[in-house]
T-cell receptor, first 113, second 112 residues
């Protein structure tokens, strides 16, 4: 089955801890994205990547880091600098071109202990 | 600042009703306008999309109306069903690339 796999589905973070959210796609998409979803605020872009070994900050990148060492993988690390990390995190991918469809994973719910 | 403004935040209709969700934008560089449907605990999924060279697009019970001069577009759900209860997001994409700008979402509840 082609698609985007996010893991884990639920994640708990202790104070001062870094945590990494996994995102893997087998759609052969060039572009990958991380969004944060909070109630009433829609989807806010954290980071995106158009090609391997390159990525760009989105609107709310502070306190987050990413890597893109493989086309299929785009992990997101929520660092201890992110003081309000509790949210639903969505990974997405698309081809790179006009009007390419955006495909989403099933999300990771991150909560602070 | 919110590039795409969406309203209402929530909507409750009876089964068979026609909920309408509205979105507005300012940037004339946007040239692709998709709508996404999201069920609780799941990622959004593409529902229907439109380009500004047409004023309306229908796919099954879902219709997008597009008003280029007013920079507004809306989603209509005909003969709504309880299974349509979900959160709906509008989005806009610039003609220069693949950065998606999302509205804040509308939570739709269809009462049986």
């Amino acid at each position: 089955d082609g698609g985007i796999t996010q893991s884990p589905k639920y994640l708990f973070r202790k104070e001062g801890q870094n945590v990494t959210l996994s995102c893997e796609q087998n759609l052969n998409h060039d572009a990958m994205y991380w969004y944060r979803q909070d109630p009433g605020q829609g989807l806010r872009l954290i980071y995106y990547s158009q090609i391997v070994n390159d990525f760009q900050k989105g609107d709310i990148a502070e306190g987050y880091s990413v890597s893109r060492e493989k086309k299929e993988s785009f992990p997101l690390t929520v660092t201890s600098a992110q003081k309000n990390p509790t949210a639903f995190y969505l990974c997405a991918s698309s081809g790179w071109g006009r009007g390419e469809k955006l495909f989403f994973g099933s999300g990771t719910q991150l909560s602070v202990l | 600042q919110q590039q795409v403004k969406q309203s209402p935040q929530s909507l409750i209709v009876q089964k068979g009703g026609i909920p309408i969700i509205n979105c507005a934008y300012e940037n004339t560089a946007f040239d692709y306008f998709p709508w996404y449907q999201q069920f609780p605990g799941k990622g959004p999924a593409l529902l229907i999309a439109i380009r500004p060279d047409v004023s309306e697009k229908k796919e099954g019970r879902f219709t997008i109306s597009f008003n280029k001069s007013a920079k507004q577009f809306s989603l209509h759900i005909m003969d709504s069903q309880p299974g349509d209860s979900a959160t709906y997001f509008c989005a806009a994409i610039k003609n220069t690339g693949n950065q998606f700008y999302f509205g804040t979402g509308t939570s739709l509840t269809v009462i049986p």
